[in-house]
């Protein structure tokens, strides 16, 4: 066998779902095994222009464009993700954790649009240094599991965070895990189910990433 490399792993799932907390655990799990590992959000408010004008959208600062452009917004986000962070961190041996990546833009956009839309969007945006992760984690949960979340720790809801809506993100999410290989075959896609106690659901996923170890 060869010798291993340092995987792009990504969490996605609706709002609330536990992904921020999955994948920092994932985080910690993969630098242990590896010396080292690099973590970023998206939008990525942190490190990018796009991805701060993204979350003032997102939080009713700014008027929100119609959903095709502001998921366009998304994937020049990523694509910066992709360019200064993802693309060099593996090359460095690291491996690379995301809360939210592009399975994000397409099952978001599927509030208007077609799955097909916004992967040819990524195609379009981000051409030769398109990168999708190797696996990607789905984390589950029904949306009245959501809403009764963000409930408890929010006053006024983000865009996105309406039943209906989580709803049907959340059903996009499951059919883009169904077909996802028809149009990136080398992304492994899990669906993880997220309505658990949490440590029980990091040992399902650190068993899930145990062969992306050295």
Same mark, same amino acid.
């Given at each position: 066998?060869?010798?291993?490399?340092?995987?792009?792993?990504?969490?996605?799932?609706?709002?609330?779902?536990g992904k921020g907390t999955?994948?920092?655990?994932?985080?910690?799990?993969?630098?242990?095994? =590896?010396?080292?590992?690099?973590?970023? +959000?998206?939008?990525?408010?942190?490190?990018?222009?796009?991805?701060?004008?993204?979350?003032? @959208?997102?939080?009713?600062?700014?008027?929100?464009?119609?959903?095709?452009a502001f998921q366009r917004?998304?994937?020049?986000?990523?694509?910066?993700? #992709?360019?200064?962070?993802?693309?060099?961190?593996?090359?460095?041996? +690291?491996?690379?954790?995301? %809360?939210?990546?592009?399975?994000?833009?397409?099952?978001?956009?599927? $509030?208007?649009?077609?799955? !097909?839309?916004?992967?040819?969007?990524?195609? %379009?945006?981000?051409?030769?240094?398109?990168?999708?992760? *190797?696996? #990607? @984690?789905?984390? *589950?949960?029904?949306? !009245?599991?959501?809403?009764?979340?963000?409930?408890?720790? +929010?006053?006024?809801?983000?865009?996105?965070?309406?039943?209906?809506?989580?709803?049907?993100?959340?059903?996009?999410? $499951?059919? @883009?895990?169904?077909?996802?290989? #028809? =149009?990136?075959?080398?992304?492994?896609?899990?669906?993880?189910?997220?309505?658990?106690?949490?440590?029980?659901?990091?040992?399902? @996923?650190?068993?899930?990433?145990?062969?992306?170890?050295?």
């Amino acid at each position: 066998m060869g010798e291993k490399v340092p995987p792009f792993v990504a969490f996605e799932g609706i709002d609330k779902c536990g992904k921020g907390t999955q994948s920092l655990k994932a985080v910690d799990f993969l630098r242990k095994a =590896w010396g080292n590992c690099v973590f970023f +959000r998206e939008p990525n408010e942190r490190d990018n222009h796009t991805g701060r004008l993204i979350r003032r @959208i997102l939080q009713h600062e700014l008027p929100a464009p119609p959903n095709q452009a502001f998921q366009r917004l998304f994937v020049i986000d990523r694509a910066e993700d #992709t360019v200064c962070t993802v693309l060099p961190g593996l090359e460095h041996g +690291r491996p690379v954790v995301a %809360d939210r990546f592009a399975l994000s833009t397409i099952a978001y956009g599927a $509030l208007t649009g077609q799955a !097909e839309t916004y992967i040819w969007m990524h195609r %379009d945006v981000l051409g030769p240094w398109l990168r999708w992760p *190797d696996v #990607t @984690i789905l984390m *589950d949960i029904p949306a !009245e599991v959501a809403m009764q979340r963000l409930a408890q720790e +929010r006053g006024t809801p983000e865009l996105f965070e309406k039943l209906e809506k989580l709803a049907t993100i959340r059903q996009a999410y $499951l059919d @883009i895990a169904a077909t996802s290989r #028809t =149009w990136a075959p080398d992304m492994r896609v899990e669906v993880i189910n997220g309505d658990r106690p949490v440590n029980i659901v990091a040992a399902d @996923i650190q068993k899930l990433l145990a062969p992306y170890t050295p």
